[in-house]
């Protein structure tokens, strides 16, 4: 098995830097792909003067789908990976990667954070939506065989967020086996000021609402799992309103956020979904453009 590995980053120079010290020892004949950009930290100055990644692709688009894409045009693997710029391989990974691969054609594994208070982990996750069995995947840290991906056309650039999960409803309408191996580690560690801060929520919705209106079409299956993640954030708002922790207004505002988004990506889902009725449901994907690159540096 040829395996590239194909790392999107964006302003994360230190970070990345450790992230290809971890492939170069864990998995040295691994093809090193990095997709930048467009940064403005040093990356490229940083990746040019390092001798373990084989090409670089500078893009334009600040979107994790396109660079993506960008990496995955230039693979040249049977097997091909995505692993985030800020996230360090693990020993063990190289071998639950190879032996997730025998058995599947995507295996994906969990993310280990290191906290004040120890460390935590993650969990396979599979839901059923409508008559599918949808295994999800670590976007982060993945591994497709070629077939799978070349399947569904790489992932859908319309999504800003969600693209992984987006894939994973495809993977499962074209009946291809996602492998959970605990051993496919990666590791991420927090600063003591680091943590999580909301994003946009209209965006969110839009992405959600167009994934499964593009995949489902407009059916129970899709409204329900919207409106039940619409419903839930309302209610959890509100609870915050009546404790004083959240500003009614701002409540309203993001109350009409995700109700526009989730028209427009509703909206957006049927459009995409009669744009590509073949079984990759993939309308925005690799082979629709080939302009991503705006430099290439290749030192096969």
Not at 20 to 49: I, W, Y
Not at 209 to 238: E, F
């Amino acid at each position: 098995m040829e395996l590239s590995v194909v790392i999107p980053t964006l302003n994360g120079r230190d970070h990345l830097a450790a992230s290809l010290d971890t492939l170069a020892a864990h998995a040295p004949d691994a093809e090193v792909v990095v997709v930048n950009g467009p940064s403005t930290d040093g990356t490229t100055g940083m990746v040019r003067d390092r001798d373990d990644v084989d090409v670089l692709v500078e893009v334009s688009t600040r979107t994790e789908n396109v660079a993506r894409n960008a990496g995955l045009e230039v693979a040249t693997g049977d097997a091909v990976a995505f692993l985030r710029y800020d996230l360090v391989i693990e020993p063990t990974w190289l071998g639950a990667l190879t032996d997730g691969l025998a058995d599947a054609s995507v295996v994906t594994g969990p993310t280990h954070r290191t906290l004040g208070g120890g460390m935590t982990t993650e969990q396979s996750e599979r839901r059923t939506v409508g008559s599918r069995e949808v295994a999800y995947f670590n976007g982060g840290n993945v591994a497709f065989r070629r077939a799978a991906l070349d399947a569904l056309d790489g992932f859908d650039e319309y999504l800003e967020t969600g693209g992984d999960r987006d894939a994973a409803h495809r993977l499962a309408g074209l009946d291809y086996d996602v492998a959970w191996r605990p051993e496919m580690c990666v590791r991420r560690e927090y600063s003591a000021d680091g943590g999580i801060t909301d994003g946009d929520r209209g965006a969110e919705f839009r992405a959600l609402a167009y994934r499964l209106v593009k995949n489902y079409g407009v059916r129970p299956a899709a409204a329900a799992g919207t409106t039940r993640r619409a419903l839930g954030d309302a209610v959890a708002a509100g609870r915050d309103v009546l404790r004083g922790d959240l500003d009614p207004t701002e409540w309203f505002a993001t109350g009409r956020a995700v109700v526009g988004g989730v028209a427009r990506g509703g909206a957006d889902g049927l459009i995409a979904r009669v744009k590509d009725r073949s079984p990759a449901r993939n309308p925005h994907g690799v082979s629709d453009r080939s302009d991503r690159a705006v430099t290439r540096y290749d030192w096969r």
